[in-house]
């Protein structure tokens, strides 16, 4: 997490507390120790706590975020580089009879420093982790829980005991106790027995029900992308880990992807035969020919192309800037067929502007390449968000010294900006703090991803 514009998250909490009225289950660890807040709630209470946690500042996790949640509904909180999930899982998925509701709420222990918020009783602990072990495994965090339960309180196998039939789970307590007392994991046939008996309890309507939303969350989604582009310099490496940063933190499927223009296995084999090619021709080695190329100029393209003798042939510059730009769009799309039905949200540093840009710049400012931004077009993936960091060329050249000059950078930041009125990019003044950049960029791309 960035140490810049941090969410106090204990505060958020309480004055959720606050607003709250009746009890509220908390079934995970209380920020910041844990990473979300998660609430088990009932009818009323998942009808209710939209409209506080939306004048909290939260807003709704859209369903087709990945990876997708099968029953729960998440509310999120950003502030700067970190964010608050609040989890609302609703107790009505477990189909549990009105009185097992109601006890579950009457009997559990109030967390101190807080009103309304309070833990399972140590009973209900175990009658929820006996669930969980019919579905599948628990992990060594749950069965520290488990522990902590029972220690808490001796009597809590006995009483889970009494209530496992109302709660589905009188075939997976004895498994269940057994693991806990001797490290002994169910048989098939006790993990089948009791995945039977939490199947029946749910009644007909219950396990299609289930069985729907599990469905829906193996639908493949194809993925969702973001661009950055701008200057080197102008903080979009900065802004790409803070995103990841904050979306981690709210346990989204995001990765980043970095490609400069012309970086690409084909574009440099292609560029090497004909350098070689033309240092023999010339009597030169390569190395000889690499000496002669100025920052900002092309060895066979534009206005002034070294391999040329300084002499721009536009055929040749209209073909190589093509080729540049089919294998850098066909690039980007290729990242994105790699993650297909992902659902995952691809952010690439650097992407379509940034390639048009640096093809006037390379190969011809004063040309307008209206082929190759067509391509471009056509074949990058289309971005939820695009995003232009501008900043001046003497900020950018403070932040970071690099191959270009001010002049350079200066024209370069001229045709970022050109470019992103043609395509469509969002301009966003990239001077401004980071933590407040970082937090509107974080709170749009989640309302888009929820369209």
Known sequence: MLSEGLLDAGSVVSAI???????????????????????????????????????????????????????????????GSSALAVDLNPMQRWQLPRPEQEALVAEAVPIEGFRHLARPAAHHVILILARRLAAGTLSA?????????????????????????????????????????????????????????????????????????????????????????????SGKSSQVRALLSTLEQLDVAVIAHWKPLGHNASVRTIRRVVKRTYAAMRGWDADQLDRSKQPGRSLVAGTNPAMLGGRQNRLVTHVWATLVCLVSASHYRMVALRHGGSGRLIVFDRFALDTTAQLRFFYGPELEFGLQRALIRIVCPTPIAAWLLEVPGEVALARKQEQYNLDQLKEQESLLREEAQRLGVTRLDGTRPMAELSEYIATEVLERMKR
């Open 141 to 233: 965090r749950r069965l520290e829980k488990l522990r902590a339960a029972v220690e808490q309180d001796p009597q809590a196998w006995q009483r889970a005991g009494q209530r496992a039939r109302g709660w589905g789970v009188a075939a997976a307590l004895p498994p269940l106790r057994r693991l806990y007392e001797g490290g002994a994991w169910p048989t098939r046939a006790e993990r089948a027995k009791a995945v039977l008996e939490v199947t029946r309890s749910a009644g007909f309507a219950g396990t299609v029900s289930k069985a729907t939303r599990r469905l829906s969350a193996a639908t493949p989604v194809r993925p969702q992308v973001v661009g950055f582009s701008g200057l080197d310099g």
């Open 17 to 79: 507390d606050e607003a709250l009225s009746g009890t509220v289950i908390v079934t995970g660890a209380l920020p910041p120790q844990g990473r979300d807040l998660d609430l088990l709630v009932s009818d009323e209470q998942a009808r209710r706590l939209p409209e506080i946690l939306a004048a909290q500042g939260f807003l709704a996790r859209g369903r087709k975020v990945a990876p997708r949640r099968l029953a729960s509904q998440q509310w999120v909180r950003i502030e």
